[in-house]
């Protein structure tokens, strides 16, 4: 059998007049409510925010992406 409550100042409050014995063994599950807007609208991506930042950085090799490891390694540029 379960029980719905709330906390009150720390204390599990149950909603109903249920009495339990004290030492009675209990488990409290966190009640989360459903968001009604969806997350993806207050969370910006990745892009947004780093968009600030694309196209800073002038004088960079054109072929910078295909041969990153090159630039910062030394291995062998891919044609």
Same mark, same amino acid.
């Given at each position: 059998?379960?029980?719905?409550?709330?906390? =009150? %100042?720390?204390?599990?409050? +149950?909603? !109903?007049?249920?009495q339990?014995?004290? @030492?009675?063994?209990?488990?409290?599950? &966190?009640?989360?409510?459903?968001?009604?807007?969806?997350? =993806? %609208?207050?969370?910006?991506? +990745?892009? !947004?925010?780093?968009?600030?930042?694309? @196209?800073?950085?002038?004088?960079?090799? &054109?072929?910078?992406?295909?041969?990153?490891?090159?630039?910062?390694?030394?291995?062998?540029? +891919?044609?």
């Amino acid at each position: 059998m379960s029980y719905r409550g709330h906390i =009150e %100042d720390g204390v599990v409050v +149950l909603d !109903d007049d249920v009495q339990l014995p004290n @030492g009675t063994a209990v488990n409290v599950e &966190p009640v989360i409510p459903v968001l009604t807007e969806p997350v =993806e %609208d207050e969370i910006p991506t +990745l892009y !947004d925010r780093l968009k600030p930042f694309v @196209g800073a950085v002038q004088g960079l090799p &054109p072929d910078l992406a295909k041969n990153h490891d090159h630039y910062l390694h030394g291995a062998a540029k +891919l044609s």
